[in-house]
């Protein structure tokens, strides 16, 4: 019954390797979210898809690439990992955007550890 | 640029006290303002949602209030238990950008 679920939930791998993390929500909403939380806990919006359609690119480094196949999914892939990657990664989902947005409903975040 | 912060970065105190959590943005320009939870390990869980054009929302022992025009939002616990020990979290809605911007949280201890 998980709404936003995200997997792995733990991902250590070697530097320079290339990594995806997939999320999927099953509450039928159409924008989804990638955030990235840092070692101080703070959370920041990394991108944001509308029915599929990118809406919100921050200035994140090119080497992470989101996909969605589908308004349900949103999976990131991140080339040639540096430690600086390290954080947890959290997908969200919520029903419409900006001024009609619902609440936004987070999976459980996924511990990206680069060794 | 919009910032959120939260004040205090953590906080305890004992079983059955009401408690106020406080949240400052510093442009009005927002969609809304959100109140999530965040336990150890685990992600977000939203408490209360506030439009920009409501003033509060209740839910159970909750309240948040909202003055968009001072940039401030409180969350209001009331008799408080040790299972509201957790992070909280305020985020906004930018208007125009439309994403979050979350401030760095108020861990908060419930003492039996």
């Known amino acids: 019954d998980t709404a936003v679920s995200q997997t792995p939930k733990y991902l250590v791998t070697q530097m320079g390797n290339d990594k995806s993390i997939k999320c999927e929500q099953n509450l039928g909403h159409d924008t989804m979210y990638w955030y990235k939380q840092d070692s101080k806990k703070f959370l920041k919006i990394m991108f944001s898809y509308n029915n599929k359609e990118l809406i919100i690119n921050e200035t994140v480094p090119n080497r992470f690439s989101p996909k969605s196949p589908d308004k349900a999914h949103l999976n990131l892939h991140i080339n040639s990992l540096e430690l600086g990657d390290s954080a947890v990664y959290f997908c969200a989902s919520s029903q419409a955007r900006g001024a009609q947005a619902g609440p936004q409903h987070f999976g459980d975040g996924t511990r990206l550890s680069i060794l | 640029k919009q910032e959120v912060t939260q004040i205090p970065a953590a906080l305890s105190v004992p079983e059955g006290e009401n408690l106020v959590l406080n949240c400052s943005f510093t442009d009005s320009a927002i969609y809304n303002l959100q109140w999530f939870r965040q336990d150890p390990g685990k992600g977000l869980t939203s408490l209360l949602l506030?439009?920009?054009?409501?003033r509060e929302q209740t839910s159970g022992r909750l309240n948040a209030s909202l003055d968009k025009s001072s940039g401030r939002s409180t969350l209001y616990i009331a008799a408080s238990q040790p299972g509201d020990s957790a992070t909280y979290l305020c985020a906004v809605i930018i208007r125009g950008a439309q994403k979050l911007v979350f401030g760095q949280g108020t861990r908060l201890t419930i003492n039996p």
């Open positions: 506030i439009q920009s054009s409501q």
